[in-house]
């Protein structure tokens, strides 16, 4: 797939795990550090939205891909997409982000899921 080209529409969570673990994409977490470190999904690239904002560049392991942009509970991931598709970059996000994953019963690594309790969306 071009990375020109857009993946239509939001993603549901079984739908953006089917296609990042065939390896189709990329699972983007841009949530800050410390979310990061109380929990994510296995084999995710991490670069949080701030740095994202501020100009970085896509993690090595996603340069060149599509990507699947997620974070707790998509707002930030909306944010993430319309950065990335303005660089050019095929990106989509997770509708519901991680307390939909988690819901859906899908993997996570160190936490139950990431940010439930509260704080940033």
Not at 77 to 105: K, M
């Amino acid at each position: 797939m071009s990375t020109r080209t857009r993946i239509p529409g939001r993603l549901a969570p079984d739908e953006a795990h089917r296609l990042t673990t065939a390896g189709a994409a990329v699972l983007l977490d841009v949530r800050e550090a410390e979310e990061w470190r109380a929990g994510r999904v296995p084999g995710s690239v991490h670069l949080p939205l701030s740095r994202l904002e501020a100009g970085a560049g896509l993690p090595p392991g996603a340069a060149g891909r599509p990507v699947v942009v997620v974070c707790r509970s998509g707002r930030r991931s909306l944010r993430a997409v319309d950065l990335l598709c303005h660089r050019g970059v095929s990106a989509v996000d997770v509708a519901g982000g991680l307390l939909a994953w988690s819901e859906a019963g899908l993997p996570l690594a160190g936490g139950s899921c990431p940010g439930a309790e509260g704080g940033v969306a």
